[in-house]
């Protein structure tokens, strides 16, 4: 029976993790500096102390400092299925890909949101806040983000795939 990856996955999945936490401190530093309020979505709290408050509040400040959460770890090695449905979307056009992409990635957002809510007690993200938002786990005026990611996702893919073999020899000879 032919395997749904290629050989070394478990070095991608390395590789995907690591590209989603960098992609999302990045995404979540962007959003910090541009978007007043972002971090109360991401039951993240700042250092910083409003001026004339006693108590600390979700302030923002010039740092642009990003987040991510050590539940993201898992949920972005899950990017390694984006390998065989690449394989199989292979002759559609790149829109028609991302569309399907996107459409997964909603899918595993919501999931693994109401999961992670249904262990913890709350979403890390949590959208519920915006009037795009379903159930407080996907943005529906996240799109044009999650299409374009999901693109970036399968070109770069491919590269993992390549490079996986060197990172096994210089690591593990």
Request: neutral net charge; hydrophobic residues 55%.
């Amino acid at each position: 029976m032919k395997s749904l990856f290629y050989p070394l996955v478990e070095i991608r999945l390395i590789l995907y993790a690591i590209l989603g936490l960098v992609s999302e401190v990045l995404f979540t530093a962007i959003m910090d500096l541009i978007a007043p309020k972002f971090l109360q979505s991401w039951h993240a709290k700042s250092l910083v102390q409003s001026e004339g408050s006693q108590e600390n509040e979700i302030a923002r400040d010039s740092k642009a400092m990003g987040y991510t959460f050590l539940w993201m770890i898992p949920i972005y090695m899950l990017l390694v299925f984006i390998e065989p449905v690449s394989q199989l979307l292979l002759t559609w056009p790149w829109f028609l890909r991302g569309l399907v992409y996107l459409i997964f990635f909603w899918i595993a957002e919501y999931i693994t949101g109401a999961l992670i809510k249904k262990i913890t007690g709350y979403c890390p993200w949590d959208y519920s806040y915006s009037r795009f938002s379903v159930h407080g786990y996907i943005r529906w005026d996240y799109a044009p983000v999650w299409f374009s990611f999901s693109l970036f996702v399968e070109w770069i893919s491919a590269k993992f795939i390549l490079l996986a073999p060197a990172i096994k020899e210089i690591f593990f000879g």
